[in-house]
C-alpha cells in the first residue's frame, strides 16, 4: 500500500458559481445577466429547456449546504458572487444581496470553512452586455468598480479571492463558436474580448492590493495541456500555437506580466491585434496574481493542419486540428479524454517555468449522465467511477508536489448537483445528488469517500 499524504493545512474543497447553484434568478434585487436574458429568448438551447431560474436553491438553503461541507470535512469553498446581484445597475449596492452573502461567509467561517471567493463566472450583467460586454472599455471599468465594492464588503473575512474563472471560456463558446451568447463568430472580437478580460483581472488585482487588506488575490484558468501527435517540425508547431491560444495567452500575462512574443506576432500577422490604450502593459505588467487556480478537466491534443479551412475568417482551427490518441480513455458522457497525469505535467511546468506561484486545483471532476442508475438501496449514488477519477489524478498531483511544485489545495467539481449552461443538468458531476424535484441533497459515495481524504489528509 503507498500512502499518498498531502501538507499541513492542505485545502481540500469544491469549487461552485453563482449563477450555476444560487437559484432565485430574479428575486430580491437582481438584475437579469446574459443567461437569464438568453433563456428568456430562446429557451430550446437549453437542454430538456431547463432554465437558470432556480438552479440548485444555494440561494435558500445554503445554511445547510454548509453544514454538508462540513459533514464531509471540506475546509475550503469556492463560490462566485453575482456582479447582477451586488450590483443590479452597475451602480448602486443591493443590500438584500450584501446580507445574503455576508451570512454565507460568516456561515462558512462559523464551519471551518474557508472561502476562495471568485468575481467573474460567465455571468455578464446583460445591461453589459449590451454596452458590448468584454468588447468594451467601460465594462473593464465597470468590473473595477465590481471588485473594488466586493473587497469593501466582505474583504475583512475573505482572504482568498480570484478575478476571473476560466477566461478563455466566455471567449472561446461566446466569440469563437455558437455555444454561449452573444453567440458571435469572429477572431478579432474575440482577441479583444481576451484582452479586455486580462487588463479588467489586472486593474481588479492592482485594486485589491490598493486597498490594504491582509490577503491574496488570484485568478482561475482551466489549462489544458497541448500535446502534439508527433516530434515533427509541424506537429510540434501546431501544438506550440494552440497553447498560445488557449493556456499562454491568459497564463502569461496573469504571472508574468506580459504576453509570449510569439502570440503577439502572430496576431499582428494575421491583423488580429486589439486596440491597446497607453498604460495598458503597464497595468497588465505590474499587477500580476498572488496565486493561480487551475482548473484540469481534459488535455488537448493536436496535429498540424493537414486539410486548409475553406474560409476568409481566421479561426484557431486554421492552425492545427485535433488528433485523437489511440490509446486514450474516455468519459462518453462528457465526450472528454481522461488523462490523469495531464495535472502532473502542469505542475511541473508551473514549477518549472512561472516562478513556481503557489496555485491550486480549483476544479477536477467528472460529468456522467443519467446517475440515477447507481443508486442503491440506501439512496445512495454509487460512484466508483469519480471516485477512480479523483485517486488517479491525486496520484499525479501528489508527485508534482513531491518534486516541489507549489499546490496548496485540490477542489472538485462540484459540492452538488448544478445546472451547467446550456447542458442544464444533463451531467451530473455533486459530491452530492440534489433531486430536482425535491431539491433535496444526499451524499453519494465519492462524496463519503472525499470527506475520508480530507479528515485523514490523504489516502492510501
Known amino acids: 500500500m503507498t ?12 469549487a461552485a458559481s453563482a449563477t450555476q447553484t444560487e437559484g432565485a434568478a430574479d428575486v430580491d434585487g437582481k438584475a437579469k445577466n446574459i443567461w437569464d436574458y438568453w433563456f428568456e429568448i430562446e429557451p430550446e438551447r437549453f437542454h430538456e429547456g431547463v432554465g437558470p431560474q432556480e438552479t440548485s436553491t444555494f440561494y435558500k438553503n ?55 471567493v471568485n468575481l467573474y463566472h460567465f455571468d455578464m450583467p446583460m445591461h453589459f452586455q449590451e454596452k458590448g460586454g468584454w468588447e468594451s472599455r467601460e465594462v473593464v471599468e465597470a468590473f473595477n468598480h465590481y471588485a473594488q465594492t466586493a473587497f469593501d464588503l466582505f474583504g475583512d473575512r475573505v482572504k482568498k479571492w480570484t478575478t476571473f474563472n476560466e ?30 478580460s486580462m487588463l479588467a483581472s489586472a486593474k481588479a488585482v492592482q485594486s485589491y492590493h490598493q486597498a490594504g487588506l491582509h490577503g491574496e488575490i488570484g485568478i482561475i484558468l482551466n489549462l489544458t495541456p497541448s500535446y502534439p501527435r508527433s516530434h515533427s517540425k509541424g506537429d510540434m508547431e501546431a501544438a506550440k500555437i494552440a497553447d498560445l491560444f488557449f493556456n499562454r495567452s491568459f497564463l502569461d500575462p496573469s504571472v508574468l506580466g506580459a504576453y509570449p512574443s510569439e502570440l503577439v506576432e502572430l496576431l499582428r500577422k494575421y491583423e488580429l491585434l486589439p486596440t491597446i490604450e497607453a498604460g495598458d502593459l503597464e497595468i497588465i505588467q505590474q499587477h500580476t496574481v498572488d496565486f493561480l487556480g487551475v482548473n484540469y478537466y481534459q488535455p488537448r491534443r493536436v496535429k498540424e493542419r493537414e486539410t486548409p479551412i475553406q474560409t476568409e475568417a481566421i479561426l484557431p482551427e486554421n492552425f492545427f486540428e485535433p488528433y485523437i490518441w489511440p490509446e486514450r480513455r474516455m468519459n462518453p458522457y462528457r465526450g472528454w479524454e ?16 512561472y516562478g513556481n506561484i503557489p496555485w491550486y486545483v480549483a476544479e477536477n471532476g467528472m460529468g456522467v449522465e443519467n446517475e440515477e442508475r447507481f443508486i442503491d438501496d440506501s439512496g445512495m449514488v454509487q460512484d466508483d ?6 485517486k488517479e489524478h491525486l496520484k499525479w498531483l501528489h508527485k508534482g ?27 451530473r458531476y455533486g459530491l452530492y445528488r440534489v433531486d430536482l424535484r425535491t431539491q433535496k441533497r444526499y451524499v453519494k459515495q465519492s ?14
Open 3 to 14: 500512502t499518498y499524504q498531502f501538507p499541513d493545512g492542505f485545502l481540500w474543497g469544491a
Open 62 to 116: 445554503f445554511q445547510a449546504d454548509i453544514e454538508r461541507m462540513k459533514a464531509i470535512h471540506l475546509n475550503s469553498f469556492r463560490p462566485s458572487i453575482s456582479w447582477s446581484r451586488l450590483l443590479p445597475d452597475g451602480t448602486n449596492v443591493n443590500q438584500q444581496a450584501v446580507d445574503f452573502y455576508n451570512q454565507m461567509f460568516d456561515e462558512l467561517l462559523a464551519h471551518g470553512v474557508e472561502p476562495i
Open 167 to 196: 477566461p478563455i471560456v466566455p471567449v472561446e463558446m461566446g466569440y469563437l463558436n455558437d455555444f454561449h451568447y452573444p453567440c458571435v463568430v469572429d477572431m478579432k472580437r474575440a482577441v479583444a474580448v481576451a484582452f479586455h
Open 338 to 353: 481522461i488523462y490523469e497525469k495531464g495535472l502532473y505535467d502542469i505542475a511541473i511546468h508551473i514549477k518549472e517555468n
Open 385 to 390: 467511477y469519480r471516485i477512480e477519477f479523483y
Open 401 to 427: 508536489m513531491e518534486e516541489g511544485s507549489n499546490c496548496f489545495g485540490y477542489h472538485v467539481w462540484t459540492f452538488m448537483d448544478n445546472w451547467s449552461w446550456l447542458n442544464a443538468y444533463k451531467n
Open 447 to 460: 462524496g463519503k469517500w472525499l470527506g475520508q481524504v480530507a479528515q485523514q489528509n490523504g489516502f492510501e
